[in-house]
């Protein structure tokens, strides 16, 4: 298995582009989540979902949008991106909502300039 | 919505020095997870404690959950340089749809 897989590692971005962070796992994961990290703040969540054509706002939502077309992808869309979003993000995956261990991905570090 | 605050923020030891960093919460957790961050990667769990006063082990690392459930530590023994990294404390919040609230870590160094 691969886990939770996450591309690109690195981008940069100017202010108003848009892109998709890609993020899947090959555990047949119900749960996924995305998550920001910045510095002194730990993990933020941004949306989640718990199953395949269900997304929920988490902490953080302004800015982005996801869908979950399949189990095994969640893609994250920053629209028009900005400075503010600059951060490292990380998806996440557990087998269900109740469950205990989360897996995260290796994260991408997007920079918008 | 429960705030974690973990102390300290930075810690910079020696190897073989012992440590604790800690987690305190405004409310009472449900349970509380303990995770490491290495650079360039992302959180793994270390453990879990759900009972006010339990104690876990995991080698030189020893999790205690406090009795009311609104704190807990993290003790290090011995500590060496594999254990640099960020520390981060969790509230897995499953009467809040399983969304984790982190607090914002401890950054530990150790030098040999």
């Known amino acids: 298995n691969a886990g939770v897989t996450q591309t690109p590692k690195f981008q940069v971005l100017k202010t108003g582009q848009s892109m998709t962070l890609q993020c899947a796992q090959d555990m047949n994961h119900e749960y996924m989540s995305w998550y920001r990290q910045d510095p002194g703040m730990g993990l933020r969540l941004i949306h989640y979902?718990?199953?395949?054509?269900?997304?929920d706002q988490g902490e953080v939502p302004n800015g982005y949008n996801v869908s979950r077309s399949t189990t095994e992808d969640f893609p994250l869309r920053l629209l028009s991106a900005a400075p503010s979003q600059t951060s490292v993000y990380f998806c996440a995956s557990k087998p269900g909502l109740a469950t205990d261990t989360q897996y995260f991905g290796p994260g991408t570090r997007l920079t918008v300039l | 919505t429960q705030l974690l605050e973990q102390s300290p923020q930075f810690l910079s030891i020696q190897e073989g020095e012992n440590l604790t960093v800690y987690c305190n919460s405004s409310?009472?957790?449900?349970?509380l997870q303990w995770y490491r961050q290495e650079p360039g990667e992302g959180p793994v769990l270390l453990v879990t404690?759900?009972?006010?006063?339990e104690v876990k082990k995991l080698k030189r690392l020893t999790f205690q959950f406090g009795d009311a459930r609104k704190d807990s530590s993290l003790h290090i023994t011995a500590a060496q340089p594999g254990d640099t990294g960020l520390y981060l404390c969790?509230?897995?919040?499953?009467?809040?749809?399983?969304?984790?609230?982190f607090g914002q870590g401890t950054e530990l160094s150790v030098k040999p």
């Open positions: 404690v759900v009972t006010g006063g």
């Open positions: 409310s009472v957790f449900s349970s």
């Open positions: 969790a509230d897995p919040a499953y009467n809040q749809g399983g969304k984790l609230i």
């Open positions: 979902s718990v199953g395949a054509g269900i997304t």
